[in-house]
């Protein structure tokens, strides 16, 4: 104990060391400080970083698997209707359950809502214009999917 | 250990290279991770790819008359649906579209299904076609009456691929009349025909075929021609030899020296006369094979063939060109095997120009 006494002694009456003591306290406090602000900010941009890069790689891969067909377009004149349906069969080939979102003739879209197509499955969508098709006329019919990929066509209709 | 703890110097020093490593090791982790799934994201599109290409491949054509062997099978109607496969793939039929095109009422269109339990009408058979048929028979059993179609009343016939690829043909089609013997020439069982799309060509900046009466802009680039040829006879397969020739003779009056370029027969694959797409004539294994006629009143003569000529020597890829701004005079010579004997002939083809 009193050994203990006498050493404390010594190192407060000693004149020298107390700086070095302080430096390397400091020292060691800014590395810890400086060390864990780097690593949280370096965690932080590379979890964000993985995030995005994870969302875009499994986004990108689903639309990838789409592949759908438009297999056949019906022009046909329902009764008291003046010429204005038409019945599109669209076929899912491809490896991804399919969501249609659109349909768009000559440029206007005629049909939202969301059909869902497994992989093989084969689904008509039957619409009606709000303008009759021309007999013999070309007309062009896009098919989008919910995930953004779009099927394109040009279809006559019956003479 | 002692000593390390009672070290004044130092401490920082480790602990800085201790956050250096563990960011090392991070930043080494998200590459890691990175690579994976650029890999996996890779693979899938490779595999897409694939499932493209072989879309791609399919390719079928409906022989006339397009419907042959009408039936009946207990009240319902039966026929075949004639088809060659030009595609290198084997094809999967998924669903046949029987569209009534004079019709717009409800009952226009016939969906005739695959062949399948529970189903006892408006289905198809023997669906699979393989590459290189050329004369497959689906057979449809429906309550459709196909019989009855005509010219002015026809239908339009969808047939969908399980890949989602759609052919379609409309029945019975309509034949022109023939323009007295203008339209083409037949020598020995071959039929060559006139008509304007019967002659195409590409050179290496023109890789789509297009017609070749007149080749405009040409400037002295490598060519290949395409022409179409039929087997007339019924009996037997004609079989190309590796000497078939397209000989263009140049007219001295066009300030041409008057030689000869003969081009020779090269592999069906060929598409353009190109270091990687123009692949030389075998002869032994991959020869043309001009399939006999399967039906003798088909007024067409057969099922054509396209044949390719591209090569500078005989059963080799070493491109040919022709010169600018000159009238050539076409001969072919054919060689071939009919009938397990040999024969060869020369035809007087077409007379083509160049023009810059």
């Not at chain 1, 400091?26 to 900010?41: H, K, P, Y």
């Not at chain 1, 964000?48 to 689903?62: D, H, I, K, N, V």
């Not at chain 2, 021609?225 to 590796?242: E, G, P, T, W, Y």
């Not at chain 2, 009056?253 to 797409?277: E, L, N």
Request: hydrophobic fraction near 40%; aromatic fraction near 12%; charge should be positive.
């Amino acid at each position: 104990m009193k050994k203990h006494r006498r050493s404390a002694r010594r190192f407060i009456g000693s004149r020298r060391a107390i700086s070095t003591l302080l430096a390397n306290v400091l020292v060691v406090t800014m590395v810890v400080a400086l060390g864990t602000m780097l690593f949280i900010w370096t965690t932080g941009v590379m979890g964000a970083y993985q995030g995005g890069a994870g969302l875009w790689f499994s986004t990108r891969s689903e639309v990838m698997k789409e592949r759908l067909a438009i297999e056949e377009v019906w022009f046909t004149n329902v009764v008291g209707q003046d010429h204005k349906n038409v019945t599109i069969y669209i076929r899912n080939v491809g490896a991804n359950q399919i969501k249609i979102s659109a349909v768009y003739v000559n440029s206007t879209q005629v049909w939202t809502g969301t059909k869902a197509l497994e992989v093989g499955q084969v689904d008509k969508i039957s619409l009606t214009l709000t303008t009759s098709w021309g007999r013999g006329c070309v007309t062009y019919i896009s098919v989008a999917t919910l995930r953004g990929n779009v099927v394109k066509g040009y279809w006559q209709a019956p003479f | 250990m002692k000593r390390f703890a009672r070290r004044r110097k130092g401490i920082g020093t480790v602990l800085g290279a201790g956050y250096f490593i563990i960011i090392v090791l991070a930043i080494f982790n998200l590459i890691m991770w990175e690579v994976t799934q650029y890999d996996a994201y890779q693979q899938l599109v490779n595999q897409m790819n694939q499932v493209d290409q072989e879309r791609i491949s399919e390719n079928l054509e409906f022989i006339d008359p397009g419907i042959t062997d009408f039936g009946t099978l207990g009240p319902n109607k039966c026929f075949n649906l004639t088809i060659q496969s030009r595609g290198g793939i084997t094809v999967n039929t998924a669903r046949l579209y029987f569209y009534n095109y004079s019709d717009t009422s409800s009952n226009a269109l016939k969906i005739i299904e695959k062949a399948a339990a529970g189903i006892s009408v408006n289905y198809f058979t023997n669906g699979f076609i393989n590459p290189g048929e050329s004369n497959h028979k689906i057979r449809v059993v429906t309550t459709l009456d196909m019989s009855k179609a005509t010219a002015s009343l026809p239908y339009i016939i969808y047939l969908v691929t399980e890949r989602g690829r759609t052919f379609s043909t409309v029945y019975p089609r309509t034949i022109l009349p023939r323009p007295g013997n203008m339209g083409f020439i037949d020598i020995g069982p071959l039929r060559f025909v006139f008509d304007y799309y019967s002659l195409n060509y590409t050179t290496t900046t023109q890789q789509t075929p297009i017609p070749g009466w007149v080749i405009k802009p040409y400037s002295g680039q490598a060519i290949m021609f395409f022409v179409k040829v039929i087997n007339v006879a019924s009996d037997s397969d004609i079989k190309l030899k590796r000497i078939c020739n397209f000989d263009c003779f140049e007219n001295i009056y066009t300030g041409a020296s008057g030689k000869t370029h003969p081009i020779f027969i090269v592999d069906k694959a060929s598409t353009w006369p190109g270091g990687s797409t123009m692949f030389p004539y075998d002869e032994v294994n991959k020869p043309y094979i001009l399939p006999k006629n399967p039906d003798p009143n088909n007024p067409q003569g057969g099922i054509s063939t396209i044949i390719k000529f591209g090569a500078a020597t005989p059963g080799t890829a070493t491109t040919i060109s022709l010169d600018e701004n000159y009238v050539y005079l076409i001969f072919m010579g054919f060689f071939y095997v009919y009938r397990g004997q040999d024969y060869g002939i020369t035809i007087p083809f077409v007379a083509i120009q160049t023009q810059s």
